[in-house]
């Protein structure tokens, strides 16, 4: 049972450039989000998605876009990258009833740099 | 939106010394509040969470927190901290979505 799995872990850009983040879980959980994490700022969120179909936005989105096509997988887009986006990106998921309703699960982090 | 506060940034403690981590939210209303730590180099996990009942809950590697609804707080505490317990600490509070405070990182020396 993987969890939450993020690709790539690393990459860098260079301003201007596109790429697209991949979160794939396999819990069958029917919430899913995008976090940024930049020192001494927390987490903030950036897009998060309620079921298959379904985007919303989080208190960070502009840049940024997503996608939801299966449950399982969400896509985080960078369609022209800037330096302020670097960052590290967790992508996590969560359930919306049960005993672990409303608690996250994380991936491991895509480490981000834009040059 | 809901926002919250976490007191300290960094918190330098010896082995054996008790800890204690200040979060503050800003909601009302009904809330579900969490504590997740992130070791160096690793994901976040959680630590413990409060959803209703007992005001004091406790979490993994002897953690604790209460609940105060009428501070709006919900503190995290270790009576005897390790080595191993160097980490960055997160307190979030879930309404409708989960917000983080901006976290605290705890340095333990040996």
């Known amino acids: 049972n993987a969890g939450v799995t993020q690709t790539p872990k690393f990459r860098v850009l260079k301003t201007g450039q596109s790429m697209t983040l991949l979160c794939a879980q396999d819990?069958?959980?029917?919430?899913m989000y995008w976090y940024r994490q930049d020192p001494g700022m927390g987490l903030r969120l950036i897009h998060y998605?309620?079921?298959?179909?379904?985007?919303a936005k989080g208190e960070v989105p502009d840049g940024y876009n997503v996608s939801r096509l299966k449950k399982q997988n969400f896509l985080l887009g960078l369609e022209s990258a800037a330096p302020s986006q670097t960052s590290v990106y967790f992508c996590?998921?969560?359930?919306?009833?049960?005993?672990?309703?409303?608690?996250?699960?994380f991936g491991e982090g895509s480490r981000l740099t834009v040059l | 939106a809901q926002s919250v506060s976490q007191h300290n940034h960094h918190v330098i403690l010896s082995e054996a010394a008790s800890l204690e981590l200040g979060c503050n939210y800003s909601?009302?209303?009904?809330?579900?509040l969490f504590w997740y730590v992130q070791y160096p180099g690793q994901h976040l996990q959680l630590l413990l969470k409060?959803?209703?009942?007992?005001?004091l809950v406790k979490g993994i590697k002897g953690f604790e927190a209460e609940f105060i609804k009428s501070k709006f707080s919900f503190n995290l505490r270790k009576p005897s901290v390790q080595w191993s317990d160097t980490a960055e600490y997160f307190c979030?509070?879930?309404?409708?979505?989960?917000?983080f405070g901006a976290g605290t990182t705890v340095t333990v020396r040996a």
């Open positions: 996590a998921s969560s359930l919306t009833s049960g005993e672990t309703a409303g608690e996250l699960f």
């Open positions: 819990m069958n959980h029917e919430y």
């Open positions: 998605s309620v079921g298959e179909g379904t985007t």
């Open positions: 909601y009302g209303g009904t809330v579900n």
């Open positions: 409060y959803f209703s009942g007992d005001p």
């Open positions: 979030a509070v879930n309404d409708y979505k989960l917000s």
